[in-house]
């Protein structure tokens, strides 16, 4: 099969060629479709369920609404978690489903369960409504709309009926979140004194604001030939509608609410708002981007819809971007194709520098950017975006994409320059030598697939990080495969000549004759050889002890978010002047661009932060303008300086990893530990013995328990005792709280296409503290008018702030990050101490999650997948040679391949991590490859009748080239990742020291330690 290929690419080479031109044509088209994003989206497949519940404590919002929210949700299939968070007025559920769930479906079942919840869910105390189909990557576009001389409200008014509504259209956008300034209303005012003198209650103010408030429609009436549509219009449309609203007629004289109320236009009660540069409060929108759209596309298209939105803004509004996701992944994606760029260029300067032939070298060259555009071809036929890690995968590929070419080109190559080429002409040439090398490239390419197969296994962030590079790796190897047994031979019989034999070229003259020398001593001495290989992989694995391990190194964003923690007390003025002295701080430094803090929550409470919690966002200036040397030098600096506001705890990340994060495992730090149990006083006690513990050890940043009091709650006490004495319910004493105190919506005004609530309530003044609310009058059946004091008891008390599920149990976390310190040291030592002090009694325990769970779940399955790939490659080779001896030698080049590896790795400051885990697999599979080319070749030689050791000096001789140029064209391909510092460079440096520190000792194996082992084994003359 392999052999006719080969043969039909030679004889029919002008058709391949066509055929190329059209791949190339196909391979553009799919390129410019390709879906492009900064870093592959690792949140889960997860639905959020968000309850508004004005008025209620964390407690209540838990038992009423959280509780038969999570219940109805068990038992769905293929679910992985289900978390959730009661705060004051909202109660948010995630219900985490498994990976190859489709959102969609995921969506559907979540829907059907909720019908079943909203039953259980008293009525009147808020619905539930699944949040936008988005995930940690969507906030893609952040912008401030500005306009002086307008106030918050009218800028906040702008953005909910103008801006955002036509950026909805935009395709690819599933939502726009509008977060601070005020949210317009109607509000009526009620005086109670007037009440009293007019003989009403807050109930008679309240329904006939709902029944003053409607059009109808009459059908039509025919006149003549004629027909009249009849509508009844009682729209409320101004202000003094509602105040000539009647509430009853005393002697002919009509009462109005204008009687008993100032109506006024004012706004909601706010849970979150936005301050910029320490200026003051700003109006936001945040765009956010359907799950599995092209993210460079729809940023673009959003652009382009605000450019068309401006024109339509009132005189003097504008719309200034403060984030772009776009910034990160033109960043990212520069990183990458300068890498692709600079390692293709010098590829083919090691193909030119060791071929000595330019028309070789370009028809290896050539194989690189045709491989490229076939990976891009089966990326997007697999829906695979263009982003950091899969285009790293090219980059890091880029050595590889070349080898099997190498291997076909030189071959054919050494073939015309022989002596023995007087009767063939080069058809004949090419095809011998073509069809002589054909297996083994096959089967090398395929045994470095197989070696990727343990990155398809990877689940969770790790697999949607990794197995994108999985992809784009496995399928430009297959393209590579593709173009060496057709293209390769194709144009080398029609581009190279055959040639008289000549010098090899000066590089290849001057390495051979000393690694000869070298390998006549291997030969003559293996035992002290081997040995001397022994000893340096156990002085390599002595220094794989010494090294810090981690999950993945930090991605720079380009950008900083702090998460600002104050005591859960603190109301939302506080927090906000509190952000304006931050901003002021942040801007004195010279690398800050801009500072925008997000303050409680927004409008979709995708993010459920209360007053307390502050996002400051700070976006920095291009790193040519930075004064520090690095941006760990920057937060060292900026914590520095806000550690000297008191009361203030400070958590440095950044957007991206902070959204993320809290998605995925419902923390905002590296590390959580989570304790669970029932009672939260408990609970709240052993976290702080915790956090206690870990605050002594090295390299923990912030540590901090989650906030779970100390929220002052004013708690009214319904009597039951003196409500009965006067033929009170509890609900007439409920609706006046709930009306008069928090403000009820009676209906909606309508201005055009707006529509804004009509809300009742007390002023101010008769509602602001303890006395005012004991004051309250309450109707009774009889007529009296009872004060609040005289039924219910009204004390002012600590509750939660908020509580935390996972599992159907109460939960808190420690939270902390790590400089200069790994994760498994950290957690190592954490788990020693906290072990021995920590007592929890009985049904109480500690989880670890954030990056180190992480960590620890790929590190299992890899402890797993990898040996049983090594067996499986193992059992290949041994198919393909028929002989165990051979399947072992080759397989011996892979725990010798790690020699280089931890020196490298040690020198480089690099921890052992998953990137680096995913650079000895590739690692693997190029000193498979490089043996079975080097073995193939030895056997072959030997079945030609060559004695052994002839063999063995003869086939290392002639495969020194190819092993040299395979080794060389990967190494330097990475060289450009290694020395890189654009953005995304960091994930990528780890999987890059191991490889090339690995294929110095490989390449060693390879040529002097293989042939070595090589003799040895095969002590006997070959039968024929």
Known sequence: MIERIVDFSVKFRFLVITLTVLLIGAGVYMTLRLPVDAVPDVTNIQVQINTEAPGLGAVEVEKLITFPIEASMMGLPDIDEI?????????????????????????????????????????????????????????????????????????????DWIIRFQLLTVPGVTEVNSFGGFTKQYQVLVDPDRLVAHDLSLHDVFTSLEENNANVGGAYIEHAS???????????????????????????????????????????????????????????????????????????????????????????????????????????????????????????LVLFGFLGNLRSAIIVAINIPLAVLIAFILMKVQGVSANLMSLGGLAIGIGMMVDSSIVMVENIYRHLSEN??????????????????????????????????????????????????????????????????????ALCSLILRVKAPKKENIIIRLIKKPYLFVLKKALTHRLITIVSAIVLLAIS?????????EFMPQLDEGAIAILVIRIPSISLTSSIETCETIEKIIKRFPEVETVVSKTGRAEIATDPMGPEMSDVFVILKPRREWTVKNKDELIVKMNKELN?????????????????????????????????????????????????????????????????????????????ESISRYGINISDVQDIIETAIGGKAATQVL????????????????????????????????????????????????????????????????????????????????????EKSVDLPPGYYITWGGQFELQQRANKRLAIIVPLTILIIFLLLFSSFNSVKNAALIILNIPFAIIGVFPAMWIAGANLSVPASVGFIALFGIAVENGIIMIQYLNQLRQEGLGLHEAVLKGAEHRLRPVLMTALTTALGLIPILLSHGTGSEIQKPLATVVVGGLLSSTLLTLIVLPTLYGWFEKKEVQY
């Open 541 to 549: 694995l002595g220094i794989m002890t010494r090294l810090g391990s």
């Open 644 to 720: 000297k506001i008191p009361g203030i705890a400070y958590d440095f990340s950044q957007p991206i990893e902070l959204r993320v994060s809290e998605l995925i495992s419902g923390v905002r730090s590296d590390i959580a530990i989570k304790v669970f149990g029932e009672d939260m006083s408990i609970l709240k006690q052993k976290a702080e013995e915790i956090q206690r513990i870990i605050s002594g050890i090295r390299g923990v940043v912030e540590p901090k328990v989650e906030q779970v009091s100390g929220l002052p709650v004013l708690q009214i006490k319904i009597d039951r």
């Open 226 to 348: 004629e027909r009249y549509i009849v509508r009844g219009i009682g729209l409320i449309s101004t202000i003094t509608d509602i105040e000539n609203i009647i509430l009853k007629a005393r002697d002919g004289t009509p009462v109005r609410i204008k009687d008993v109320a100032k109506v006024l236009i004012g706004h909601e009660v706010r849970y979150g708002a936005v301050t910029r540069d320490g200026e003051g409060e700003v109006v936001t929108g945040i765009v956010m981007m359907l799950m599995g759209a092209n993210g460079r596309e729809v940023v673009n298209q959003v652009k382009k819809k605000i450019e068309e939105v401006k024109p339509s803004l009132p005189e003097g509004v504008t719309i200034k971007p403060f984030y772009d996701r776009s910034e990160l992944i033109h960043k990212c994606i520069k990183t990458v194709t300068n890498a692709l760029m600079i390692g293709g260029i010098l590829v083919i």
């Open 751 to 834: 201005e055009g296409q707006k529509r804004f609530d009509l809300i009742v309530r007390y002023p101010q003044e008769r509602r602001y503290d303890v006395n005012s609310v004991k004051n309250i009058l309450i109707n009774a059946p009889g007529g009296e008018r009872v004060p609040m004091s005289q039924l219910a008891k009204i004390t002012i008390e600590e509750g939660p702030a908020q509580i935390s599920r996972e599992h159907s149990q109460r939960r808190i976390a420690v939270e902390c990050n790590l400089i200069g310190r790994d994760i498994g040291g950290f957690v190592s030592e954490a788990k020693k101490k906290i």
């Open 420 to 489: 023995n080429n007087k009767n063939r002409n080069i058809v004949q040439i090419t095809l011998i030598s073509a069809k002589e090398v054909a297996r083994p490239i096959v089967f090398a390419i395929f045994i470095i697939i197989v070696v990727f197969l343990p990155l398809f296994t990877l689940q969770g962030i790790e697999g949607k990080m990794f197995k994108p590079l999985a992809f784009t790796i496995s399928f430009a190897m297959l393209g590579s495969l593709i173009l060496s047994l057709t293209l390769a031979p």
């Open 83 to 159: 978390r959730s968070l009661s705060k004051t007025a909202l109660s948010q559920v995630t219900v985490v489903f498994k990976d190859w769930v489709d959102i969609y479906f995921a969506r559907m079942l979540v829907m059907e369960r909720l019908q079943v919840a909203k039953e259980q869910i008293p009525r009147g105390l808020g619905t539930p409504i699944m949040g936008p189909i988005s995930t940690g990557l969507g906030e893609i576009y952040q912008y401030v709309v500005e306009g002086e001389g307008y106030s918050l409200l009218e800028l906040r008014t702008i953005q």
